[in-house]
């Protein structure tokens, strides 16, 4: 009989393993947590709570913001804003970074996050998510600023998800391994259910959007075309699965194993709140992540809604796939 683990025990476990921890961090994830599980129960009625459809606003993407995209906005600004342990934020909806509110206690870390990714799919039941990533405050005022959010992605000290699914989960790494915990209702605690997940070094399922097909660079091409090969030696061809939600593509994917491509040359998604805390969930879980020319966590950030190509799964599979943008691209220089 597996033991009960809670998610917060979890993370009170991982705490004790730094011996400089004073609590905050659990602290800080819990009141994450909080808003995660309202969240999830709006999600999960959303259909009769007049909470779906489109607000009459855009947001800095240019994209339409939907009323859930602002519901769990204001959800975690309300849960994390008072937590005490933040210094600033920054999230894929707001054009600059949030400061913490007048009055509110500052602390050490930074959190930025996606919102709600998927929202496309937020009509049509499909699964969608919220992407979290912490920093540690690099500069000296007490209130953060833009410097303390333009970090690299190997600088975070924990990264995860929360994905609102047939069931919802919490996925997250701080550096030791990468835990997923699922969601009792009837409790309202996320109970450990993949302890230590480690992401297959090859897959079979390759996820991109091929309605993109003719904006794609030659190396991508190439590659897609060698997945769909017939080589039975080499467990091909692959079989292509894309929802359209970043968190639920990847989440298969790390699972069950295979690649994630949302390639440039500019890219779609965002660095900080999509492609750096998903990057570090991937390597903890012997993954990896890259633009095509370089690492994911090794990007230069410049501003707070850049965006980059995301290339991001099994180790092999995606080293597979840089080979052939560096043959293409190298050879498309000459
Ligand atoms: P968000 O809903 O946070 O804006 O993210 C949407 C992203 C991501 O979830 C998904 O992988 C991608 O958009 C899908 O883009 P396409 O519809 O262009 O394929
Ligand atoms: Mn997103
Ligand atoms: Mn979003």
Redesign the pocket.
């Known amino acids: 009989m597996s033991k009960i683990t809670t998610v917060q025990q979890h993370i009170l476990d991982e705490e004790r393993l730094h011996p400089t921890a004073t609590g905050d961090f659990t602290q800080l994830l819990t009141s994450l947590i909080v808003a995660a599980k309202i969240i999830s129960r709006e999600v999960n009625k959303a259909g009769l709570v007049k909470i779906l459809g489109e607000t009459d606003n855009v947001n800095v993407h240019g994209?339409v913001v939907m009323k859930l995209d602002e519901f769990a906005q204001q959800t975690i600004y309300r849960a994390m804003g008072d937590c005490g342990h933040l210094c600033v934020m920054a999230s894929?909806e707001s054009e600059n970074i949030i400061p913490i509110p007048d009055g509110g206690k500052r602390g050490r870390y930074v959190l930025m996050f996606?919102p709600?990714?998927?929202?496309?799919n937020i009509d049509v039941n499909a699964s969608i998510g919220t992407i979290f990533s912490i920093h540690r405050k690099v500069t000296d005022q007490e209130d953060g600023c833009e410097v303390d959010c333009l970090q690299h992605g190997w600088k975070q000290l924990a990264a995860g998800y929360f994905i609102y699914g047939s069931s919802t989960m919490m996925v997250y790494t701080t550096g030791n391994g990468v835990h997923g915990f699922t969601l009792d209702p009837s409790l309202g605690e996320f109970l450990l259910s993949h302890e230590r997940i480690t992401t297959p070094p090859r897959g079979r399922i390759y996820s991109i959007?091929e309605g993109n097909a003719t904006k794609w660079d030659l190396g991508t091409r190439r590659y897609i075309e060698h997945v769909k090969e017939d080589r039975k030696e080499r467990g091909h061809p692959y079989s292509l699965r894309y929802i359209?939600?970043?968190?639920a593509?990847f989440h298969r994917n790390l699972l069950k194993g295979g690649i994630f491509l949302?390639p440039g040359p500019k890219g779609?998604?965002r660095l900080l709140y999509e492609a750096n805390p998903l990057a570090m969930v991937a390597e903890q879980a012997g993954g990896s992540a890259t633009t095509g020319n370089m690492r994911i966590l090794d990007v230069e950030p410049t501003s707070l809604h850049q965006r980059v190509p995301l290339i991001i799964g099994s180790r092999e599979d995606v080293a597979e796939y840089e080979r052939f943008y560096k043959e293409s691209t190298g050879a498309a220089a000459d």
């Open positions: 994209e894929e996606d709600l990714d998927g929202s496309s959007n359209g939600s970043l968190v593509d949302y779609k998604l």
